[in-house]
Structure formats: structure tokens, C-alpha cells
């Protein structure tokens, strides 16, 4: 028993240090410099977020399989997502694709609440208890079609979209306050550009910012 106490908490240490290497190595080399976003990054521990036989990895760079066919992004990607769409603590911030819940909990780390939709049922549900466990109480967990938004809660400072539709959701546009930032990868499977938009005069003034490849959003046949 003591002996596995000793490697339960070695391993736990190391995890740690892996999430400060991933920072150095990994998102500051390559333009990641808000220190609220970098710090959120060593925090969350993405250990947690990805599949027991896969926590070695969970580091790594590089998008890592969460079952149902679906990813938990690279870390890069999540960090460059999140500084993108400019998160300020008093921020109430949709999430479109929850996955693993991770980017929902670096979210979690800067603002003050974020709702994540999931249109995968029992990816939600297991983000959902990943999430409550680790104690982020500001991030709710809904099962559902992100292409309609989350109504119940606009609108919102910012929305990030973390799977790719060909064109941009108008249910999202109309979620989205005044001023708002919304960060989405937009394309076919093969070839998609990340926009980080941003709501002035009801319109939508865009910039592409990175070529990226997210799984496709799909939609929910019962309720299109
Ligand atoms: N943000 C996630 C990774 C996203 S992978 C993380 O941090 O782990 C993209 C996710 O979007 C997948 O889980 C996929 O099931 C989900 N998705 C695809 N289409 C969707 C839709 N219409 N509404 C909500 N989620 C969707």
C-alpha cells in the first residue's frame, strides 16, 4: 500500500512538470504570450482529460483520440484558441464541441462562466463528471446540436467553436453580444482556415488566423 502511494504520487509530480514543459516547449516558442492563457495551460491538468492507457501522452503535441471517434485538440491548438477569442474574467463563454471537456476547463480558468454543448451524448456526460470532479462549478455541460447555439444563456461575450462547419452557424452570430469574439475553424475535412470574428453593428468583420484540421460538426438528424 505505502508502495503505491509513493508511485501515485510520483506520477502525479511528474504531471505537473509535464504541463510546465508543454508551456516552454511547446505554446511560448510558438507565440502563445498572454500570461493569463499561459498559466491557465500549466494549471489544467489534461491528464485528466484523456483516456487512462493514453495519460503518458497526454502531453504530447499533438491531438490525442477520446473514443466515438473524436480528439481532444493539441495543446497548441487549445492555447492559440483560447488567447484568440481575448477571454476577460467577467466573460460568460459558449463552447461549441466539448469533447474531452479540456478547452472548456482552460476556459473555465480565465472567465467567469462557460457553457459547452457536446452533440455526442456520453462524451458529454463524461466531461460533465471529469469537469465536477476537478471542481470547475462555472462550466455547465449540455448534450445537444452546438450548430443552434445555447439559447437559455445569450448572449455571449465569446464563442468558441472547436469543430468545423462549411459555413459560419447564423444561430451563433445572433448569440453573440455587441463586441463579441467568436473563434472558428471553418471548411471541408481536407481544408479549413481558423476565423477569429468579431460582432460589430450586428455584422460579422473576420480575419483568418490559422490553417487547421478539427473533425467535422456534425448535426443532430432529429432536430435540424
Ligand atoms: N474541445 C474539445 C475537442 C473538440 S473535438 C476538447 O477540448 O477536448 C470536437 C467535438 O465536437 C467532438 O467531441 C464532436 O463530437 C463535437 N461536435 C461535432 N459536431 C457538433 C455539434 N453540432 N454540436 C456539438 N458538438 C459537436
Do not use: C
Not at 498572454?34 to 497526454?58: C, G, I, T
Not at 483520440?65 to 495543446?75: D, H, M, N, R, V
Not at 458529454?124 to 448534450?143: E, I
Amino acid at each position: 500500500m505505502p508502495q503505491q502511494w509513493i508511485t501515485k504520487r510520483s506520477s502525479e509530480g511528474s504531471f505537473a512538470s509535464s504541463s510546465g514543459a508543454m508551456v516552454e516547449k511547446q505554446l511560448r516558442p510558438r507565440g502563445i504570450d498572454d500570461p493569463r492563457v499561459l498559466r491557465a495551460m500549466a494549471k489544467v491538468p489534461r491528464e485528466k482529460f484523456v483516456p487512462r492507457e493514453l495519460q503518458a501522452s497526454a502531453y504530447d503535441d499533438r491531438a490525442l483520440p477520446i473514443g466515438f471517434g473524436q480528439t481532444i485538440s493539441q495543446p497548441f491548438i487549445v492555447a492559440f484558441m483560447t488567447q484568440a477569442v481575448k477571454p476577460k474574467p467577467t466573460d460568460r463563454v459558449l463552447e461549441i464541441g466539448t469533447g474531452s471537456g479540456y478547452q472548456a476547463a482552460v476556459l473555465g480558468e480565465l472567465v467567469a462562466e462557460v457553457f459547452t454543448v457536446e452533440i455526442v451524448r456520453p462524451l458529454a456526460q463524461r466531461a460533465a463528471t471529469v469537469l465536477n470532479a476537478l471542481g470547475y462549478k462555472n462550466v455547465l455541460v449540455k448534450g445537444g446540436d452546438g450548430y443552434k447555439g445555447w439559447s437559455e444563456h445569450a448572449p455571449y461575450d465569446a464563442i468558441v467553436v472547436t469543430a468545423a462547419p462549411d459555413h459560419i452557424p447564423e444561430p451563433l452570430i445572433a448569440q453573440l453580444k455587441e463586441g463579441g469574439r467568436m473563434v472558428i475553424p471553418v471548411g471541408k475535412e481536407s481544408s479549413q482556415q481558423l476565423y477569429a470574428m468579431e460582432k460589430h453593428g450586428g455584422a460579422m468583420k473576420r480575419t483568418a488566423v490559422l490553417p487547421v484540421k478539427f473533425v467535422p460538426l456534425t448535426r443532430d438528424p432529429a432536430k435540424k
